[in-house]
């Protein structure tokens, strides 16, 4: 048998032989030799040389909690002795799934009462696409069925959610995107914003969504799908002005709105829901990754009375083996029970986000840092040869961003990169104490980045 206690190159050699890595190349992975993670306590992730590893990415943005909760195993292991497995397809249900839409009815804002469950993030968009079209087909209109969506948005790797999701190198594989999906840009200030002030740029960005309504005619526009705090893109922050420019426009040309919460959601961004912290009002909301703290795979769609009441009146012919999966189910229950009863989010709210914006913001006096940005728990830095003129690196994109993360990865601290943005997403539940020590770490991984770099030559604008 295989087992932790291996030595870490055999574990390497049987992964390089069987594993195929997402978003991966071999060649990537055998450079420097993949990681093998063993455990984790906390915000550390411990690997099969020892080595803490400072985790300022809660995993994949998932981990709200923090990793090595017992409770949770002990949650899961009561429910699979009970009940392991039922479906709730066919007049049947089970107490962790109607009790968990119950709470999840509860901890949303405004009609978003019923609750459609899926495996992850990914899924639940794919529910949400047939879901909008099936509404408004319902609604006697079958041709209101283009969903808007935004370039660089991340919302899954299914074929629907890939197509949903903005990202080129995405739409390149694979023969997507499906029809009727129409995207618009981002409201990224510091890479496109030009002359503009931010709310100036905030406005022109969301007046994109009605000039888009208009050209493809607003008896045809189903939805728009968005993440409050877009992340995976960059963790791209709208300037004031975006949110409230698409609430109008969305009311005005009666579109649903869709905020993709998964990983918003739970306290990311200092309130339960993204959506609060923006000021929006969606019809639908989808959740995964912070519903379970990562510890299941479990994710859904949070539907408002309205479009709930429409799909439930008609035969909706859409669910999965693992719609409401007990398991799952029981361990986000205890998961939010977390959350709640040890006021995490007042936590995020009152400590961790705030020290955090403190010290996140003043690394802008880091010779390679241009803007910094942070809302609650998720934050990003834009790396730049040049602060003045906020230019981009001469390198090809995303150079100085795999750089910058291989010093961190070496430093022990994860951090990612997108292009040559960094970002974190550090588990809620982060003590100051361990903030500190990120920062000894961050700061660390700059320095040595910013002495590479130079001695490549590559601190050098495109022109
Ligand atoms: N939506 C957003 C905003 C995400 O960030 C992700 C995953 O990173 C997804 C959807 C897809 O979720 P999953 O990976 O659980 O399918």
Redesign the pocket.
């Known amino acids: 048998t295989i087992t932790n206690h291996m030595p870490t190159a055999e574990l390497q050699a049987i992964d390089a032989a069987h594993h195929m890595h997402p978003f991966s190349t071999n060649e990537d992975l055998a450079k420097e030799g993949v990681r093998v993670i063993t455990r984790a306590k906390g915000v550390y992730l411990t690997d099969s040389e020892g080595e803490e590893i400072l985790d300022a990415m809660a995993g ?2 998932c981990v709200n909690i923090g990793y090595g909760r017992d409770e949770l195993a002990e949650v899961a292991a009561r429910q699979m002795r009970e009940l392991p497995y039922y479906n709730t397809f066919f007049k049947t249900t089970h107490v962790p799934a109607l009790a968990l839409a119950n709470k999840l009815a509860e901890l949303a804002p405004g009609d978003l009462n019923h609750v459609f469950f899926a495996g ?4 639940a ?1 794919d529910t949400n696409i047939r879901m909008v079209r099936t509404y408004w087909a319902e609604k006697g209109k079958p041709e209101k069925n283009v969903i808007i969506s935004r370039h660089n948005a ?4 299914t074929v629907g ?1 890939a197509s949903l999701g903005g990202m080129a190198g995405m739409h390149a594989q694979g023969g997507i995107p499906i029809p009727n999906i129409h995207h618009i840009n981002q409201p990224n200030w510091w890479a496109e914003g030009g002359d503009m002030t931010p709310e100036e740029f905030g406005l022109a960005r969301a007046r994109e969504l009605e000039e888009a309504i208009l050209e493809l005619g607003e008896d045809r526009v189903a939805a728009f799908i968005a ?1 409050p705090v877009q ?2 893109g960059g963790v791209i922050v709208a300037p004031d002005t975006y949110w409230p420019e698409i609430q109008r426009i969305c009311d005005k040309y009666e579109i649903l709105l869709i905020a ?1 919460e ?2 918003c959601g739970f306290g990311r961004t200092g309130n339960w829901f993204g959506s609060q912290t923006v000021g929006i009002r969606p019809h639908i909301m ?1 959740i ?2 912070g519903l379970s703290s990562g510890y299941a795979p479990i ?1 859904g769609s949070i539907v408002c009375d309205e479009v709930a009441g429409v799909i439930g009146n008609c035969e909706f012919n859409h669910g999965y083996t693992y719609s409401g999966h007990p398991v799952a189910a029981a361990v986000a229950l205890e998961n939010l029970r977390i959350l709640e009863e040890e006021k995490v989010i007042d936590h995020v709210r009152n400590v961790a986000a705030p020290y955090l914006k403190e010290k996140w913001e003043a690394l802008v006096d880091h010779p390679l840092v241009g803007e910094a940005r942070i809302v609650g728990m998720m934050g990003s830095i834009a790396l730049t040869p040049e602060k003045e003129t906020r230019a981009k690196f001469a390198s090809e994109p995303g150079t100085i961003g795999l750089i910058t993360r291989e010093r961190c990865f070496a430093n022990n601290l994860v951090m990612r990169h997108v292009g040559d943005r960094m970002i974190i997403s550090p588990p809620l539940i982060i003590t100051r104490d361990e903030i500190d020590e990120m920062f000894v770490r961050i700061r660390k991984s700059l320095d040595e980045a910013h002495a590479e770099i130079l001695r490549q030559g590559l601190m050098r604008a495109a022109a």
Do not use: M, P, Q
């Open positions: 994949l943005w992850g993030g990914s899924e968009n991340y919302h899954g790797s959610s993440e992340g995976a993709d998964v990983i989808t995964a990754k994710g």
